[in-house]
């Protein structure tokens, strides 16, 4: 009876004396491992993987952490996430929130300006000729063009997903407009949503982002919303509706980079490297079309991006 | 004989009146929702929608009130959250020490940069260890079916994500049991515990678990431990009701023999209550093995990793074909442990076998010895290879396109039928009750069900989901539920009925039951908002396929509970089929056909939390909305009211269940 576990632990050491083989090696100065967020979106994941890639090739050990996007401010503010390299500007409450708790720092722009706003395809301005106005979404006609049976007479508007802070429910009590909201519960859904509608050619605006392949591309365009004021959402009587918040866009914000304060004193090496880290709208566009069109992972996406630009990453490492 | 008689009528026409009374005040309730529904306009509008200037903010309150106790409060000058990361540190040596030895294995690295690593166990090891196990345990069948779902994990391509999960999962587990059998212990000898532990269990069943995710995260840190703590808080009540209501069932006698054989305590309660109350036992376990599953997507948003996060990860970028092959991988892990467990938990003492027993170990020894050195021999069969593995083209997102390209329009033709005649109608109904008729209509409802203390609660939790301005996305919440749970019944009834009269259509039926229960919901959410888009529609569907299961279970299980004596008797005085099922069956079967209704309606308000993720809108969405505006204590309001909701619905429908028959004098007992 008591041979079996004994003999089992004594493989098990076998194993280990053998396959564990040290493997040694000289490394660089931090020597543990640089937990960086994914999150199953492509634009993120794309900016994270070919940032943890980076420092692969530099030799630190990189660990991706998968979570919610939401929930990593949290884990990044208590040190369990080390750094952020892919933070949208459009999440202003959260980074303004976390920055504010004094663990994390705001490293800077990457680089790549992110719009976030509602968007049409082109046939839709053959259907409301006001766009990209927003005043033009206020016009009877307009409405009725954009509205779809389910749409209960309202303009038929895809919405975000629920962790996208849009604020899409203020802003058309805010603005006076009449809009019906589908809500997509992902991203993936939220873009294939809107294709499909494109295919069918249906009356539809939805909120897009850029950079993107679609709603970045020639395809369509974004309505022109009052420009952000950091009043807007804070003072009712600032902009058009003097007794709402939310009478205005999103901020056009840039993509940032975060890190963790504990996590800079004991690697600065690699918060430098983090701070010359930048990236192109182009480059993004690409990384998520690979992905969402061409069916690459995020990793292969990344990797892609690594081997093409060897030039441009070199600099950026001691 | 006469006086017993007499008294034997006397309580036959007082049951009969309350069953007359039972009715007019629930007839009484109906017309006062519709009054309610129809004097709108005539009655303050107060009544129907709590007026702003008298709104609770405990939202806001809650915000700052868990913002203080997460982020500022100290206890001996350390924060709470350093006492419950040392308190997760010590749960996480365990499940880190699986999770290193299945899939990650260790890294070292010393003061000058030297590193070593020593790699995970090899794929073929652990297969043939978990194997051996199996067909210790049970036999070969078992043994075989390990193996083979050892294999599909790394055919799949799956190996390290499954092996993540199956550590966290058996940690899960072993927890939930010694947690869960100390808890319904101590219910059983201290009943009065149960007055503090039911409420407590009831919120910690049905509190969608979006709501309290960034609490957890700050408490334990991002990780497995945290993973750990989100899936007991959801997985361990049943285990410990389980124990508790087996424990209530071993009869006295169990009790006086371990008393006269002088057991001690341990013993009292090891091998004499524990093994009695076996059968009952195993129903716990085998409800921890499912909802601990259950959470294994969700536990992936907060760092538990593994097969989890690959399904949430097919249903964002809807890849069904993805999806299905790791939400299989997730059944097949369900099926394995809940067999093994199974095995374990009924295997008898043969104390007559001991040379046999070990020849059996022996056996089992030799073949791990071999498996060992076959994977010290190559290195195939220390890591799974990629040039074994399948690759997935996807056909099965292609079929959903090809369906899509095909049938688009039928599918859009139910979208619009559902929302324009069913959903919306519905919601426009219920919105338009308003609280006040509602929490009048309650009350009558709570004395015809027999339970005046329900009024209260029923009053209470009206008021209260009122007065936090939250009625309105209850109703939208609500609209869906009720709306799933028609449909499941729509189906799952006659399916049910069917099974219950046929074994032949039971066989086939609860294989298919099994499958909808394993299956992680998450993996046909992406078929159906393929199909039917996001919204309000598909939320509908999900939720119908999700609680179908349960409805043809329990259905078809009250139906067959019901004394066959008694249906020969009602044919042999002659009664027709139909009548018989209609005066005889469906009487008799009542409180096991309320129950049903029951687990349907708690099946659907545990799904609607999910069907945020395909675009619904209610007190669900609440949940998930407020983390990203970082008001986590509103999230926990609305995650609460969500639960009190579901709370009631169960208090109502358990006290119909032993009320008897609509119009029928006798009472059932439950």
């Known amino acids: 009876m008591k041979n079996h576990p004994r003999g089992l632990m004594l493989t098990t050491a076998l194993l280990f004396a053998t396959a564990g083989s040290a493997a040694l090696a000289e490394g660089p100065t931090y020597q543990e491992t640089v937990r960086i967020p994914v999150y199953n979106v492509p634009d993120s994941d794309f900016i994270d993987y070919v940032f943890g890639g980076l420092l692969t090739k530099a030799g630190y050990s990189v660990e991706y952490l998968k979570i919610d996007y939401t929930a990593h401010f949290t884990a990044l503010e208590f040190g369990d996430v080390d750094l952020s390299p892919a933070v949208w500007g459009t999440t202003k409450e959260l980074i303004d929130k976390t920055v504010a708790s004094g663990a994390v720092v705001n490293a800077g722009s990457l680089g790549v300006m992110t719009r976030e706003s509602w968007w049409y395809p082109n046939y839709v301005a053959e259907l409301c000729p006001g766009l990209p106005d927003w005043t033009a979404l206020k016009t009877p006609d307009c409405i009725k063009a954009l509205s779809t049976p389910t749409s209960d007479g309202k303009i038929n508007y895809l919405g975000t997903p629920p962790d996208f802070a849009a604020y899409d429910v203020e802003r058309i009590e805010a603005l006076g407009l009449e809009a019906h909201i589908t809500l997509p519960g992902t991203v993936g859904t939220m873009v294939a949503t809107m294709q499909g509608a494109m295919q069918k050619k249906e009356p539809i605006i939805g909120w897009g982002l850029s950079p993107h392949w679609l709603y970045g591309s020639g395809e369509g365009q974004f309505v022109e919303f009052p420009l952000y004021d950091d009043l807007c959402h804070t003072d009712p009587s600032w902009g058009v509706n003097p007794d709402k918040i939310w009478d205005c866009a999103l901020s056009v914000g840039e993509i940032v980079k975060l890190y963790n304060v504990e996590f800079a004193e004991s690697a600065p090496d690699v918060v430098a490297i983090l701070d010359k880290f930048k990236l192109t709208t182009d480059d993004m566009a690409k990384g998520i079309a690979r992905q969402d069109l061409d069916g690459l992972t995020p990793e292969r996406a990344a990797q892609e991006w690594l081997d093409a630009n060897t030039e441009v990453w070199s600099k950026w490492l001691p | ?670």
């Open chain 2, 1 to 670: 004989m006469v006086a017993l008689t007499e008294a034997g009528r006397a309580k036959n026409v007082s049951l009969a009146r309350t069953a007359v009374r039972a009715r007019t005040l629930v007839l009484a309730a109906i017309a006062l929702i519709l009054m309610g529904y129809a004097a709108r306009g005539l009655l303050p509008e107060a009544l129907y929608v709590w007026p702003d200037s008298l709104r609770v903010p405990l939202q806001a309150k809650a915000n700052s009130w868990l913002d203080q106790l997460l982020r500022h409060t100290q206890i001996f000058d350390r924060p709470l959250r350093a006492w419950t990361r040392d308190f997760g540190e010590v749960l996480g040596i365990p499940m880190r020490f699986i999770q290193n030895l299945l899939a990650n294995g260790w890294n070292y690295s010393d003061a000058s940069g030297n590193r070593a690593t020593v790699p995970p166990l090899p794929w073929l090891v652990i297969a043939a260890v978990c194997a051996a196990v199996s067909w210790l345990v049970s036999g070969v069948r078992l043994a075989l079916f390990t193996l083979a779902t050892f294999v599909y994990f790394g055919l799949i391509g799956l190996w390290n994500e499954a092996m993540l999960t199956l550590a966290s999962v058996t940690v899960c587990i072993a927890l939930g049991v010694v947690i869960g059998l100390v808890a319904g212990i101590a219910l059983w000898r201290w009943p009065r515990l149960e007055a503090v532990l039911t409420p407590i269990f009831d919120v910690m069943q049905t509190i969608p678990p979006f709501s309290y995710l960034v609490p957890v995260l700050i408490l334990f840190g991002f990780g497995p431990v945290s993973a750990l703590v989100a899936t007991l808080i959801f997985a361990l009540p049943p285990m410990a009701r389980a124990t508790a209501y087996a424990l209530r069932r071993v009869p006295a006698s169990i009790l006086e023999l371990s008393e006269m054989t002088g057991a001690n305590f341990m013993q009292l309660q090891r091998k004499i209550l524990l093994s009695s109350a076996r059968t009952d036992l195993l129903l716990g376990l085998n409800q921890l093995v499912m909802m601990s599953l259950a959470m294994v997507i969700l536990a992936s948003m907060i760092g538990a990793g593994g097969l989890g996060g690959e399904v949430l990860k097919a249903l964002q970028t809807l890849r069904f074909g993805r999806g299905l092959e790791a939400g299989f991988a997730i059944t097949l892990m369900a099926i394995n442990l809940y067999s093994v467990g199974h095995a374990v938990a009924t295997r008898r003492p043969n104390h007559a076998a001991g040379p046999e027993n070990r020849r059996r170990l022996f056996v089992a020894g030799a073949f791990v010895t071999v498996c060992v050195v076959v994977a010290l021999l190559h290195p195939a069969f220390r890591q799974f290879p990629e040039a074994w593995t399948l690759s997935s083209s996807d056909v099965m997102a292609q079929g959903v396109a090809w369906l899509n390209g095909n049938l688009g329009w039928v599918f859009e033709a139910f979208h619009t039928f559902t929302t324009l005649w069913v959903l919306r109608p519905l919601l426009a109904f219920l919105q338009g009750i308003g609280w006040f008729p509602m929490a009048l209509a309650l009350i009558l409802l709570a004395f015809a069900v027999g339970r005046p203390r329900l009024a209260i609660l029923s009053t209470l939790t009206v008021l209260s989901v009122a007065a936090i301005g939250y009625w309105n996305l209850s109703m939208i919440t609500l609209h869906l539920v009720i709306a799933g749970t028609l449909l499941s019944l729509l189906i799952g009834v006659p399916v049910g009925i069917l099974a219950a009269s046929s074994p032949r259509v039971h066989a086939v039926t609860s294989a298919i039951v099994t499958m909808l229960q394993t299956l992680p919901s998450f993996v046909y959410l992406i078929p159906i908002v393929m199909l039917l888009g996001p919204g309000d529609v598909s939320g509908m569907l999900a939720i119908a396929i999700y609680a179908m299961a349960t409805t043809i279970r329990y259905v078809s299980h009250a139906l067959k509970e019901v004394d066959g004596a008694i249906l020969e008797a009602a044919d042999i005085f002659g009664a027709s089929p139909w009548q018989t099922f209609c005066k005889v069956r469906m009487p008799l079967a009542w409180p096991g056909l309320v129950l049903a209704l029951n687990q349907t309606l708690m099946m659907a308000v545990g799904m609607v939390v999910i069907t945020v993720l395909i675009g619904s809108r209610g007190l669900e969405l609440e949940t998930i909305e407020a983390i990203a505006k970082v008001e986590a204590g509103r999230s926990l309001v609305a995650g609460l009211t969500i639960s009190a909701l579901a709370i009631l619905i169960d208090r109502f429908l358990n006290a119909a269940a032993t009320r008897g028959f609509p119009g029928h004098p006798q009472k059932v007992s439950s």
